[in-house]
T-cell receptor, first 118, second 111 residues
Framework: GAVVSQHPSRVICKSGTSVKIECRSLDFQATTMFWYRQFPKKSLMLMATSNEGSKATYEQGVEKDKFLINHASLTLSTLTVTSAHPEDSSFYIC??????????????FGPGTRLTVL | GENVEQHPSTLSVQEGDSAVIKCTYSDSASNYFPWYKQELGKRPQLIIDIRSNVGEKKDQRIAVTLNKTAKHFSLHITETQPEDSAVYFCAASEDGQNFVFGPGTRLSVLP
């Protein structure tokens, strides 16, 4: 199946700093990538949809200036948490939609990034 | 927008027994319903999915049923094994892109 990588897997930072998370589709091209946030023992909450070459579409309640998304190529999307605060601590997971024949709906998830803001 | 509910939130079964998790959705336009399994600290993995033109789909010990009229779908796991222990999420999608996930069910299979 298609492989999605995410880097870093874990990051600890001080309050006020910015953190960049990368999401890569390794063996397929992804015109669309999705960023989710997951709190402990909770479901996946869609933050934004990232389309290659265009601006991301943010879900209601997600601050676009706080969570900057860039999808510069068909295999890479980045999420930057700007001026991070402790309440931003969470598990961030990306997924990529593969335009494979017969599997047009499936999303492949990255391994996730655990962000801890001190 | 779409709202997905999932029950139960936790489920414990004896090894070898069956487990059933149910989800309801609100948007009748949703036409794709995947189920994901997430082990502790790992990424969600697709285990089975169903589209609205099908009422039931089976893959070995796992099956999913869909009732479009009632807007609910269920995951059935038979002959459960300890490695089935995980959190299971259902999701609904209209366009195959934007998924709305249910809150999850923590399944524990007791030896």
């Amino acid at each position: 199946g298609a492989v999605v990588s995410q880097h870093p897997s874990r990051v600890i930072c001080k309050s006020g700093t910015s953190v960049k998370i990368e999401c890569r589709s390794l063996d397929f091209q992804a015109t669309t990538m999705f960023w989710y946030r997951q709190f402990p023992k909770k479901s996946l909450m869609l933050m934004a949809t990232s389309n290659e070459g265009s601006k991301a579409t943010y879900e209601q309640g997600v601050e676009k200036d706080k969570f900057l998304i860039n999808h510069a190529s068909l295999t890479l999307s980045t999420l930057t948490v700007t001026s991070a605060h402790p309440e931003d601590s969470s598990f961030y997971i990306c997924s990529a939609r593969a335009a494979l024949a017969g599997d047009w709906n499936e999303q492949f998830f990255g391994p996730g990034t655990r962000l801890t803001v001190l | 927008g779409e709202n997905v509910e999932q029950h139960p939130s936790t489920l414990s079964v004896q090894e070898g027994d069956s487990a059933v998790i149910k989800c309801t959705y609100s948007d009748s336009a949703s036409n794709y319903f995947p189920w994901y399994k997430q082990e502790l600290g790992k990424r969600p993995q697709l285990i089975i999915d169903i589209r609205s033109n099908v009422g039931e789909k089976k893959d070995q010990r796992i099956a999913v049923t869909l009732n479009k009229t009632a807007k609910h779908f269920s995951l059935h796991i038979t002959e459960t094994q300890p490695e089935d222990s995980a959190v299971y999420f259902c999701a609904a999608s209209e366009d195959g892109q934007n998924f709305v996930f249910g809150p999850g069910t923590r399944l524990s299979v007791l030896p």
